[in-house]
């Protein structure tokens, strides 16, 4: 029996025009259409043998170690920015809050929403920059999910990912391990993915050379586990930016924390666009940084080991955890006061007064 | 209340300017304010210029925060 | 930032706290109201009070046009925003502020109003060119600073012939709000508030000037400091109003000087002449029906008037009841005199407006206050 | 230090109307109020401890033998129908795939993609809902994301939802396995799910009694390998139906399949409803059935296990897996012809003609 | 299912079978023209040609409406949904149909035009209602079957005074089709193709009655036999056809008495009448201008005649230069003479019209027959 | 083509009527015919009768689908 998969399906199935195309209702249907795009698209950008099984599940041998699992939506406009694109940014997030444990990233899965009408060549790119990012971080996507929703049921694409990883036995990493005395620091300027973003809404028209962060961190992670495995808290300050995460790990700790504005790293141009539009630096979503919580004695040599990566270079000791039954964040600020960083109430807006 | 701040205007186009705040760049109305150059510091408020800076009094008030004050307490001069 | 960051000194701001920590006599207590939220905002943000002596008290005021605006208005806008083809534009600001029944237009949008936020007035003007189809409505708020952007959009709708964009005006007058509250009872008569001088609007004076508040200094004998937004503006007219105390002065005097005039900003005060006209009296959340105290679009305008062209009715709808903005506003009372403040009313889920901006007093109160008294309790103890 | 979490919660936060409260983008800010919903929706209804922690991930020690993961996003319409609603759906759904590689499955993930607008008191009931399927197959939901679009940007509701799971050593089931000789058999009526939810659409206005089968099918499956071990084959006929997943079954084990159309389960008013669009029974969705492949000598057995079980008491054999290069699914139909069951072209779309 | 579970018995068409191959000549070779789709889809779906002799044809005729709408009205259907506020509502059926460059209104539905699937005409007067600011369009296809429902939507709209709904129309008329394929030249004169006798359609049939296909018989003296569309009736009707060639007749007979009458039904006839009248020609896709073959909406109901409110231009676009379909439907080619069946042309990327509906011949083939000649292939070897 | 399918009608109300098909009910319009009424067979296409089915001529088709022909090939009657 000569037997070629290759030659049944070429000789029956016109390429898919990924310059002029559109995602149609078909892509998300079951039938040809939908293989065609997950073996011509997916499979043939995310290369590996678990996808390329198609079945509709991955299996993999379980890793050493205990595993984590996590999951993100990402639902970003514009879907191409300044420093990425949703593609790259759905496979960092996720990978970010797999390393947030200490653990080293494996496996991702990704499920796609398509808006029918969405240019495909749009799509082509999302998955090679995902491709690229998974490559570049060394992990494999190796299940997914494709669904195509009627024009204006959705908006443009949808990615959710999910991870799973595993941390090394001894390391114990979680958002309730801050105590009194322990050092926060942060891994780099803060506020660039948020600012990029916003300077592309046409409605608040403003110009920026700022670019997204958007960066896997579980390379840095790994080498400050490394240096400090005393590490208490991992956490990236995404949405709701450094106040919110700070005021997630106080709470979840029964700590408060102060910081201290001098040791911010914040970009000028970041400030600025803050207060032509009244927002609050600390509550703009990054997307490539983190914050750490180890020790005070471990402080010196974890912000050495950040500063060594290409991704912590700007990395600062920007505050430490107190004893607080209310668990305030709390600043001082550059002024020489002293003020509570807040919960965000809503989202931020623009404000003219 | 309402929120403004001062950006040196880059470009004069008839009504329209480009402002500059630190590297953040937008386009901004100069109707309500006349002679108005590149260069010149405007106060920016809801994509509008509502007045230039001057310089000068800006120096000034800066000069006098720094002057450690000579008045004493309970509205008396010091001696 | 020029003209920003000199202004946020903490080595300057030593050298005034500690000239006010002389000037300030510690045998009297010193009431100031900041009349602007933006010197609260600036007071909040920076920690001001820390360098403040313990006898110097600042109240917070009523200068936030979307806490000044009543129920019955936002309803208005919220029934505006639901008729059908209509457009509704308005500032950020806006969108979380309560009405009656836990709405506000965030909402309404939820809901399925088309509901958008613009930066500027001409963002409102863009819209309605590209939807000639729909009625595009510009909520327009603010006090005199956001009035003229206001007064352009309008001259030019007229200009490009724009059928279907209309204003529904709710600016206000600052100079009135002032008399308003130094004219109250508990003020003036009673004299149960303290209440020794006021910090003068940074923004507001650029365009009016500070020969506005001539009269209240004179009127009332407060003397009157015109501040800039940034946190040393502020501490230096501090100072200032310390000193005309002390001296027992009671002028305008104006710290703003890079950027207010005497007479202020003429062709702004041109172009809002041309549009706009007083009314009689208008309703200020908190503070009641204020006369002159707010500004109507001229009839020759009607056609960009909102009010006029969806025939806009009063509505006069109550406070919710436990609600103590008003007292709050007038500085009669202190947010935890409110029996709801931090459990029905909180900055996520506001029920008066005083909690909705973050420079209504008690949305400054509950993020900042509870933490100093917090701060002292642990201290205490 | 008298510190209570809770306390400082309850006192600052006013509760979520789950009555008439609709999603806000505040919901999805990453602020207080997301976390709210997090914590009184989503913790609540899922409740275990690894959600409770509220930490960006979840971990766990690794199962013994391999492990699998697969995800789906949910994008259906209506939300609610006979027989299921979008939430028990997005549990079985993912369920089922890891239960069709042989594995138990042990953990998902969750990620809600909410429209604004949309209602809590719905969202409130697919939580339930969730919680529930989660619940009756044993599974925990252990870590989840919530993101909010703005109205006119999605449909309501889309859940993507991320199982693992671990296959015991020794079962080796993928749908490359199949070999001429094997039997082919379903575990129950075929349609039903699909022509539910066509029923529902208002422009097809059509009635019916029928209810989904949607339903976890890991119980099922476990018996199934209990009794057989060496089920080759094992796949849900979701999207595309009967056909659709022969079809991919033939090319990946690069064989033939005949069924015999006497032999398919298919209620009547699946077949009348059908009629009337001029659909195919064979490429409507099921969310509750699976198709398995064995050896010959066993499927008689199998099927006495599958009758056995409640979700398997219609379940027959219906064909073989034969010799053929092109892979062509076949059948024999009631009528005495034979004819191909080919791969869908695009969506079905009613017909007039 | 009554009146349908009957006709597919498998018992019952082992007997039919038994007499079809005892009826057949084994020393001549039958062919017949189905010419309708649905006696297509019975004869794929059922495999009907398992239980034929091997001297038996089948040719599939042009009995899809939607596969002979010519590419020019498609694409002035395309551009009508491209219309700013227009909804252009259509069966199911005319989405995938390929135009020119690879379009289709699903693709043009992907690409932002509103385009709505309907499943009756009156769904959408439906949305006209509710749509009182859009024009609603519905793109009428069908042959003498979907052409009453169509007068019932135009009546109906005229009576509620639906100023927004008009209707594209593309209906056609079958005998005329028929007609002109026993008109061309390769049947009449050439003799080139052999076609020995007609299955007629089941449904038109309801409606027009078996009369107008006496003159076929006549005229040409090929035998018609009209039949339902369920397997057995196809069966039987091919069971008649061979019985009246072998006995040199050459008549109209109906298998489909249950349905179908001498006179057809007068009710929706007239509606017709009533509504419509001839075209003088009509280009069907694959047939080129027919003459007296289609009908259009008369002038005392223009107002709901897409063609004249919208002002469409006829446009005139030729098929894909290697597309086959035209000699296909007139039975002259077959599918696998076509250069791109099964590789650029395929189901899921239809270039030409016989590809596209599931009854078209080149789609038929695809499914059923590589299938049958893998099945013929394999055997040999 | 034209896809059309019989089923009972069930109930009557005008012009509209809903109909059974196998426990699939629709609505649909009597429109195009006459004398409909529950209990009769029409054949439903695009959501109208087109026709009604007629039992006795069912009946008697297929009672001739059941009968072996008598016919021989060849068009010749046989013996
Ligand atoms: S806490 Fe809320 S209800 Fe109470 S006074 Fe303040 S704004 Fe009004
Ligand atoms: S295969 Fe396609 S292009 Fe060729 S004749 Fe058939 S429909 Fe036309
Ligand atoms: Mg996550
Ligand atoms: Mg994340
Ligand atoms: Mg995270
Ligand atoms: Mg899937
Ligand atoms: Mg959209
Ligand atoms: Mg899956
Ligand atoms: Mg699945
Ligand atoms: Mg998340
Ligand atoms: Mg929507
Ligand atoms: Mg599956």
Redesign the interface.
Known sequence: MTFNKQAIRSSYVRPIDFKRGRVEMSHGGGGRAMTQLIETLFVSAFDNAMLSALNDQACFSPPTGRMVMSTDGYVISPLFFPGGDIGCLAVHGTLNDIAMAGAKPLYLSAGFILEEGFPLADLKRIVASMAAAAQAAGIQIVTGDTKVVERGKGDGIFITTTGVGSVPDGIEIAADRARPGDRVLVSGTLGDHGITILSLRE???FHTEIESDTAALHDLVANMIAAVPAIKVLRDPTRGGLATILNEIALQSAVGIAIDEHQLPIR?PV??AC?FL?FDPLYIANEGKLVAICPPEDADRLLETMRAHPLGQAAAIIGEVIE???C?V?M?????????V?WL??EQ????? | ??????A?VEQINGDDAIVN??GIRREI?L????NVEPGD?V?V????A??????A??A???A??????A??????PSP | ????D?????A????????IA??????RQYHFMEF???HTHAI????????LPDNVHMIHGP????CVLPIGRIENAIQLAQTPDVILCT???M??VPASH?MSL??T????ADI????????ALRIAGENP?KEVVFLAI??E??T??TA?AILQAQALGLANFSVFCNHVLTPSAISHILQSPEIRTLGRIRLDGFIG????S??IGSQPYEYFSEEFQKPVVIAG?E???VM?AI?MLI?Q????RAEVEN??????SRHG?R??QQ?VAQVFELRRTFEWRGLGWVPYSALQIKTTFADFDAEKRFKIAPLAIPDNKACECGAILRGVKHPRDCKIF????????PIGSCMV???GAC?AY???G??TE?RST?TQQ
Do not use: W
């Not at chain 1, 807006?349 to 007064?353: A, M, S, V």
């Not at chain 2, 109707?31 to 006349?34: D, G, H, P, S």
């Open positions: 409605n608040l028209g000028e400030r600025a207060e009244g607080d039954p209310q305030f709390q001082e600020t550059a002024f020489g006061g002293r003020r509570i807040d109430s809503g807006l623009p404000r003219i007064c | 209340m309402c929120l403004a701040i001062p040196r705040l630190s109305s109707a309500l304010v006349e510091y106060i408020h809801v994509g509008y509502l007045e230039k800076i001057d310089p009094e800006a000034r008030t800066l006098l925060f720094a002057e450690l004050s008045q004493d307490s309970a509205g008396e | 930032m020029k003209y920003v000199e202004f946020r000194d903490g300057l701001a030593k050298i005034i706290a500690a000239n002389r000037a300030a006599d510690p045998r602007c939220g933006g909040s943000r920076y920690g001001v009070t820390d360098l200068g936030c046009p979307v500032y950020g600001d969108l979380r836990g965030l909402k949008k939820a809901a399925g958008r936020m613009v930066y500027s007035s001409l963002d189809h603010g006090f600073t956001t003229p952007p352009v609007p940074a923004h507001v650029t365009i937004f946190p040393l503006d230096q100072l000193q105390i002390n001296a027992r710290e703003f000087t890079r950027a207010v900003n062709k702004a172009l931090g459990t029905a009313c909180t900055p996520d889920n901006s973050s420079e949305a509950y993020r900042y509870r933490f917090s642990t």
